[in-house]
């Protein structure tokens, strides 16, 4: 019985430890104004370039956002509020299990021509 029990419980930890490497990484960050002041509910967009695969979420309270499960790969980070300007990151680089904090700024719009 233990020549079974000590091989099954080595292949048990093995694979324990294996499905912890998890090859994802996390895009987060926050949404402020130029005045450093949290945007709350601002739209932001992650978008992997190369496969167009996007995720949109929106600022909590703190103005912070979080998109987890991103495959390795380069990024635009776009985040949009009403009475401000589209803001954009460019080539953003998501490496294994990166976990990347950002900060996005956000400019006002002009008024409207009347």
Not at 1 to 6: D, F, Q, S
Not at 27 to 34: L, W
Not at 69 to 84: D, L
């Amino acid at each position: 019985m233990k020549r079974v029990l000590v091989p099954a419980s080595i292949f048990v930890f093995l694979c324990a430890l294996a499905s912890a490497q998890d090859p994802r990484g996390t895009i987060a960050g926050r949404v402020i104004d130029r005045l450093d002041s949290v945007d709350v509910g601002a739209k932001v967009q992650v978008a992997n370039v190369q496969t167009a695969v996007r995720a949109t979420v929106l600022t909590n309270d703190a103005g912070a956002f979080t998109v987890p499960f991103r495959i390795p790969g380069t990024y635009r980070v776009t985040a949009e509020m009403a009475g401000f300007k589209t803001a954009s990151l460019e080539n953003v680089e998501l490496r294994v299990a990166d976990t990347l904090n950002l900060t996005v700024r956000l400019r006002s719009a002009p008024p409207p021509n009347k």
